[in-house]
């Protein structure tokens, strides 16, 4: 038996992904030390945490 099918969605930069699951977990790589995306470096950079889903939060919604 499988657990719960988890969706993600996921906003990448010339430097960093950043992906936020349907459980709230989030994960960021950082391309430029880790382009497998082995190590998730979201606790070290809450700031591009919040800017990377502020930025994700907006893609779809219409511009005035």
Do not use: C
Request: a negative charge; charged letters at 25%; zero cysteines.
């Amino acid at each position: 038996m499988h657990g719960p099918k988890l969706h993600g969605q996921s906003i990448r930069t010339a430097h960093w992904r950043f992906t936020r699951w349907s459980d709230e977990q989030t994960k960021l790589y950082d391309h430029d030390q880790d382009p497998e995306e082995s190590t998730n470096v979201s606790s070290k950079h809450p700031d591009i945490v919040t800017e990377l889903s502020m930025q994700l939060q907006t893609i779809g919604k219409p511009q005035p």
